[in-house]
């Protein structure tokens, strides 16, 4: 079976970001494979320190899903939270993204854009830590439902909270 990364696109925050074959992932690892992957959700297939994007995204699609599998990835394997609140998280922290993103489209995967969206609460922290290991932004459980327009809030005033400049 022939590998399923196709390029490799960069490092954000220490994590190997590639380009893969979604349709051979699919075809010949797991049907469930959309968009994205990362190893804390598919750690069977995806390996670790690695972000695997689909290669059928455009452009602004493939940038905003290397944000939420990053977001969605450090939840899951540094806070230990479940797949369903990271994927909640992660999400939240899209949205506004995606917005900032059509307001001026990438020409291609922009992850330099991608590391200043990252989450970071506390700049201390961030560099006592490492920088795969930061910060992100909370969810509550399932069952606390909020709006969209809470969710959105929430995460706008995370996001705005000053980072360290790099």
């Known amino acids: ?3 399923p990364r196709l390029r490799f696109l960069g490092h954000v925050t ?3 970001v590639y ?7 699919r075809n010949e690892l797991d049907l469930d494979f959309t968009c994205g992957g990362n190893e804390a959700i598919y750690p069977n297939y995806v390996p670790k320190g690695e972000i695997w994007i689909d290669n059928a995204l455009s452009a602004l699609d493939r940038t905003a ?4 599998e990053i977001v969605e990835r450090n939840l899951m394997l540094g806070k230990g939270w ?7 998280a992660a999400s ?3 949205r506004p993204f995606r917005r900032d993103l059509q307001r001026k489209p990438p020409r291609g995967t922009d992850l330099g854009r991608v590391t200043l969206a990252l989450p970071v609460t506390d700049p201390k922290k961030a560099l006592a830590k490492g920088p795969h290991e930061r910060e992100q932004p909370k969810a509550r459980a399932v069952g606390r439902r909020r709006t ?3 969710l959105e809030r929430e995460c706008q005033a995370f996001l705005n909270r000053k980072r360290p400049r790099v």
């Not at 380009?19 to 992932?25: A, M, Q, R, Y």
């Not at 899903?65 to 939420?68: C, F, K, M, R, W």
């Open 1 to 3: 079976m022939k590998p």
């Open 82 to 88: 479940s797949y369903d609140r990271a994927h909640d």
């Open 19 to 25: 380009i893969v074959d979604g349709e051979h992932v």
């Open 14 to 16: 220490g994590l190997a």
């Open 65 to 68: 899903t290397v944000l939420h």
């Open 92 to 94: 939240a922290a899209e």
């Open 148 to 150: 969209e327009a809470q």
